[in-house]
C-alpha cells in the first residue's frame, strides 16, 4: 500500500529545503529514531531535497528538473515547488516558488506493484542556485549499498499517526536485503527497483512520499532512494520500501538529455 492518501492530494503546495551537494558543511546526526518519532534536521546537511508534508516529497536533479514518486500524481499548473523552505511555521525563509510544466512518468511504473515508483517534473523556470538550494547527488548506476548500511531519509511527513511536523525531520536508518524485506512484508515482490531500510522506531511516513534516502560514501551523501511505499499507519516493524536510483538512473538521465 502507498504511503500517499487520497486526502494528501487537496493541498497544491510542494515544499523543499535544499542544500548543497557531495559534502555536508554538517554532518546528519546520527542520534534519535525516525521521521516517525524523528528530530529536527539541519538545513546544512547537504544533497537533501524535500517536499512537505501537504503532499509530497522530491529532489532537486539540476537548476530544471526534479525527481519524485510517480504515485504522487502531480498535476501540471497545480502542484507548486517551493525550494529553500526548512520551517513550515515560518514567513522569512528565502524560499523560491516554481510552477511544473511537464511531468514525466516512468513508461514502466505499475500502480498495483509500485515499482518503478519515480517520475521527473519538469520546472517553468529555473531554480537559483545558493549555498542553500543547490541539485542533488545521485547514486551511480554502478553502486552496491550493502545491508547495514545507515542512510539518511528526511521530511515532513508524519511523525506518528495523526501529527505533522512544522520543521523538516531526519532519522538514520540501515538498509535491509531484499530477501529479509520481502519476508517481513509477507513475500511482497521487491523488484530490483526498489531498496528497504528499516530501524528499531525508524521509518519514513505518510507525506514523505517521493522523499529523499541518503547514503554516505567515502565522505560524499548521494541520492540512493525514492520514498515509495509503505505502512500507512506508521507502524516501525515493517520497512520502508524505496524507488532505488541506482537501477533507474539511466532513464533519469535519457529522459532528461532528451527533453
Known amino acids: 500500500v502507498s504511503f500517499l492518501s487520497h486526502s494528501c492530494l487537496m493541498n ?3 515544499r523543499y529545503v535544499i542544500t548543497g551537494c557531495g559534502v555536508p558543511a554538517i554532518k546528519p ?5 525516525r521521521i516517525v518519532n524523528g528530530q529536527n534536521a539541519i538545513s546544512a546537511v547537504n544533497c537533501l531535497f524535500l517536499l512537505g508534508f501537504h503532499f509530497c516529497g522530491g529532489s532537486l536533479i539540476n537548476q530544471n528538473w526534479v525527481l519524485t514518486a510517480a504515485h504522487c500524481a502531480v498535476v501540471v499548473g497545480y502542484h507548486r515547488v517551493i525550494p529553500g523552505e526548512h520551517n513550515r511555521g515560518s514567513n522569512v525563509e528565502p524560499i523560491q516558488v516554481k510552477l511544473v510544466s511537464k511531468v514525466i512518468t516512468h513508461p514502466f511504473y505499475s500502480s498495483t506493484t509500485i ?4 517520475a ?3 520546472l517553468s523556470s529555473p531554480v537559483t542556485l545558493t549555498p542553500r538550494i543547490s541539485p542533488v547527488c545521485l547514486a551511480p548506476s554502478t553502486i552496491n549499498i550493502l545491508p547495514g548500511t545507515r542512510c539518511f531519509a528526511t521530511g515532513w511527513g508524519r511523525t506518528a499517526t ?3 511536523p512544522l520543521i523538516l525531520q531526519q532519522t538514520g536508518i540501515p538498509i535491509i536485503s531484499p530477501a529479509v524485506c520481502s519476508q517481513i512484508w509477507c513475500q511482497s515482490t521487491i523488484t530490483d527497483a526498489m531498496i528497504c531500510a528499516r530501524g528499531s522506531g525508524s521509518s519514513s511516513c505518510v507525506g ?3 522523499g529523499p534516502l541518503v547514503c554516505e560514501r567515502s565522505g560524499v551523501w548521494s541520492l540512493v532512494g525514492s520514498v515509495s511505499w509503505g505502512r500507512n499507519t506508521c507502524d516501525t ?4 520500501v524505496y524507488a532505488r536510483i541506482s537501477q533507474l538512473r539511466s532513464w533519469i538521465d535519457r529522459t532528461i538529455a532528451s527533453n
Do not use: E, Y
Open 237 to 240: 516493524r515493517f520497512p520502508a
Open 208 to 210: 514523505d512520499s517521493g
Open 12 to 14: 497544491n503546495v510542494l
Open 120 to 122: 521527473l517534473l519538469k
Open 162 to 164: 495523526t501529527t505533522s
Open 29 to 33: 546526526q546520527t542520534i534519535g529514531s
Open 115 to 118: 515499482n518503478n515508483d519515480i
